[in-house]
């Protein structure tokens, strides 16, 4: 990248890794961290939306619906998350490619699966062949959202179902005298008050998020664990202009700091969002607000 | 072959012991659940060893960390952050290719860069630091009056702690404490997916699991399983805590007894 940066051999230990640090694969690995950024950007809203959606079903008076929204929270919370996220990411290609299979190719007669094979029509294929590169990258990177939205939507109905339990009964009681029908009694009470008691759990589920996001490399995304083993990686001079010996560990130890700063960011960061949501509210955080202002 | 022979060839392949192939094809149901059932056994083993172990440092660090001299406090604070902040999937990677390093300077380290030491270091630390927080929790909200109490019978020092603020802390942190035993059994799973090789193919549970969804393509047998292996594991790690919980809450009138409640997504 710098005008120094020709001939390696020659420069001195700042110098060398000035360029080393530099080059274009080290650009591709910091483009990776926007990349977790960015999940997590993506991720967080849609797995709130399917949260929300569960949790909307897991109180509903209707029975088969609520015992539907039920079982999603209690099923993904009891297995291990890498194991849904391994399983998910094929089962989401598979159950998609089935579906298109059935409605582009109405007149195929084999079966889908055969052994260990799993066989659709070439128009059902999901990217097509030929699509350039970026739509693979683009299709692989929205399987692993949805795949975090389904696991991460699942602790999150179960956060936001405990914050509409907490809501005061008086309240929604009130509203009911008031003649309110129960779409409105949900939308303009209950769901207006929950968030102050949900934001201890969501906040809780935001460290979490922040923590899984290395498991993109599980599911075959580039991202910055898959650059940080490729880099790290001892390389000889025959390969590189920039040999080195194994270094993985260092590459690893960023990777750790990185995450520290992270979390130390969204502490602070969600604090302050419970200062500013409790205020005026009828809780001990509000309470004790009301008390120093006093 | 029958599924009483499968089970005597691979009911301990994740140890080493039987058939040294893995099934190539043609894979029945009863290999599925033998395997990942036999994969279960290494789950199981750093579960309990690294809660066993990390109980003991997770009270040090409470301890540590209520602590009014700063040279206790200041480390015990940092080894929870560092610990609690980072993901486990990093952590175990950092630590291998720590091993990997050290291996080189001294034989010495030739064990850790196995699975069964170097991963089970990390889980130790890990949990150690997970329920240290809990621990310390639990700790500040001790009730005043007992120490009270403590003080005017003239205990003070270690009798206090044992007898006294120890049980009581551990009385209020056991809900938090079962959910993070869970969380920590979850995790286990991590290992084989993180850097530490599994040697000869001794894999734990998911491992075995996704071997065979690699070689069938068909994700929706193996993981099911597994989450039948884990969601049992799960009800005896919860029958097993609701003992203890039980035992330390016998005292107490009826009423006043805390209910165990699975909520797993308050902690981690």
Redesign the interface.
């Known amino acids: 990248m710098f005008s120094y940066c020709t001939d390696p051999d020659t420069l001195g230990q700042i110098r060398w890794l000035s360029c080393f640090l530099t080059t274009g694969v080290h650009m591709s690995f910091y483009m990776s961290f926007l990349k977790v950024l960015f999940l997590l950007a993506v991720t967080a809203p849609v797995a709130l939306a399917f949260g929300f959606v569960g949790a909307m079903a897991a109180r509903s008076r209707l029975l088969p619906v609520s015992l539907m929204g039920k079982t999603y929270i209690a099923?993904v919370?009891?297995?291990?998350?890498?194991?849904f996220f391994?399983?998910f990411v094929?089962?989401l290609d598979?159950a998609f490619e089935y579906i298109r299979h059935k409605v582009l190719c109405p007149d195929w007669d084999q079966p889908i699966?055969q052994g260990?094979?799993?066989i659709v029509c070439q128009a059902a294929k999901l990217p097509l062949g030929t699509d350039p590169q970026w739509m693979h990258e683009t299709y692989g990177f929205i399987l692993a959202v949805l795949t975090f939205a389904i696991v991460f939507g699942a602790?999150a109905a179960?956060?936001l179902f405990g914050g509409m339990q907490a809501v005061p009964r008086a309240q929604l009681e009130t509203a009911e005298a008031y003649g309110l029908n129960p779409g409105q009694i949900f939308w303009r009470i209950l769901v207006p008050q929950m968030w102050v008691y949900a934001l201890?759990?969501l906040s809780?589920?935001w460290?979490?998020l922040?923590?899984?996001?290395?498991?993109l490399?599980?599911l075959g995304i580039e991202d910055i664990?898959y650059w940080?083993?490729e880099l790290?990686g001892t390389k000889t001079a025959r390969f590189s202009d920039y040999p080195h010996g194994?270094w993985?560990?260092w590459y690893?130890?960023a990777?750790?700091v990185f995450?520290?700063l992270m979390?130390?960011v969204s502490e602070v960061v969600l604090e302050r969002l419970m200062t500013r949501l409790s205020h005026g509210q009828a809780t001990t955080g509000g309470e004790a607000q009301r008390r120093a202002a006093a | 072959m029958s599924c009483l022979q499968t089970i005597q060839d691979y009911g301990l392949r994740s140890l080493g012991f039987g058939e040294r192939l893995l099934p190539r094809s043609d894979f029945t149901l009863c290999e599925h659940f033998t395997l990942i059932g036999s994969g279960m056994i290494w789950n199981v083993y750093f579960g309990v060893v690294a809660l066993a172990g990390g109980f003991f440092l997770a009270t040090a660090l409470a301890v540590a960390k209520a602590s009014n001299a700063w040279w206790l406090r200041k480390p015990a604070e940092w080894f929870i952050f560092i610990f609690r902040g980072s993901p486990l999937f990093i952590q175990f990677f950092f630590a291998y290719f720590l091993f990997l390093s050290l291996k080189s300077v001294h034989p010495i380290f030739d064990p850790f860069t196995a699975a069964w030491l170097g991963a089970l270091i990390v889980l130790f630390f890990n949990t150690a630091a997970y329920s240290g927080e809990i621990f310390y929790g639990a700790l500040r909200s001790i009730p005043k009056g007992d120490v009270e109490a403590a003080d005017a019978y003239g205990m003070a020092g270690w009798p206090r702690f044992r007898r006294i603020i120890w049980p009581t802390m551990l009385r209020l942190a056991w809900p938090a404490y079962t959910n993070e035993a869970i969380f920590l059994f979850h995790a286990t799973a991590l290992v084989f997916f993180s850097g530490f090789p599994a040697w000869q193919q001794r894999g734990d549970a998911l491992y075995y699991a996704s071997y065979f969804a690699d070689k069938t393509f068909n994700p929706f047998v193996p993981y099911p399983i597994l989450a039948f292996y884990f969601i049992l594991l799960t009800l005896v790690i919860t029958a097993g805590f609701g003992f203890v919980n039980r035992r330390l809450n016998r005292h107490l009138p009826r009423d006043q007894r805390r209910k165990m409640r699975f909520r797993p997504n308050l902690i981690r």
């Open positions: 099923v919370r009891g297995v291990p998350d890498i194991a391994l399983f094929i089962a598979q699966r260990s094979d799993f602790f179960n956060v201890p759990g809780n589920l460290m979490v922040i923590k899984a996001t290395p498991l490399f599980l664990v940080a083993r790290g194994d993985r560990m690893f130890f990777l750790l995450y520290l979390t130390r």
